[in-house]
């Protein structure tokens, strides 16, 4: 009940036959076939390029962390500077 059986699909297509004979039911289902291979092209393009997208926000968020780091190291260098400055002016 509210689905269809072997039986309903057999007079579907029964009845479509009737409709469109049988010359153009190959020429419908390739056309069929066709768009279906369409559609699952687009999705699968789609797929590619946010796959693409991701990988650039990877690659662009690690590279703000590598120059986040290259300037944490350059701080901590001007620091070790300073103090040792300081500490040779204190010496002297």
Same mark, same amino acid.
């Given at each position: 009940?509210? =689905?269809?059986? $072997? $039986?309903?699909?057999?007079?579907?297509?029964?009845? $479509?036959?009737?409709?469109?004979?049988?010359?153009?039911?190959?020429?419908?289902?390739?056309?069929? =076939?066709?768009?279906?291979? =369409?559609?699952?092209?687009?999705?699968?393009?789609?797929?590619?390029?946010?796959?693409?997208?991701?990988?650039?926000?990877?690659?662009?968020?690690?590279?703000?962390?590598?120059?986040?780091?290259? $300037?944490?190291?350059?701080?901590?260098?001007?620091?070790?500077?300073?103090?040792?400055?300081?500490?040779?002016?204190?010496?002297?």
């Amino acid at each position: 009940m509210g =689905g269809f059986s $072997v $039986v309903h699909i057999i007079i579907l297509g029964i009845i $479509v036959l009737i409709l469109f004979g049988s010359d153009k039911l190959p020429v419908f289902g390739k056309s069929l =076939g066709k768009a279906i291979k =369409g559609f699952k092209d687009g999705i699968n393009e789609i797929d590619v390029e946010s796959k693409d997208v991701t990988t650039e926000k990877l690659n662009a968020q690690q590279i703000a962390e590598l120059k986040l780091k290259q $300037v944490e190291m350059k701080l901590e260098q001007a620091e070790l500077k300073l103090r040792q400055a300081e500490s040779d002016k204190n010496k002297a």
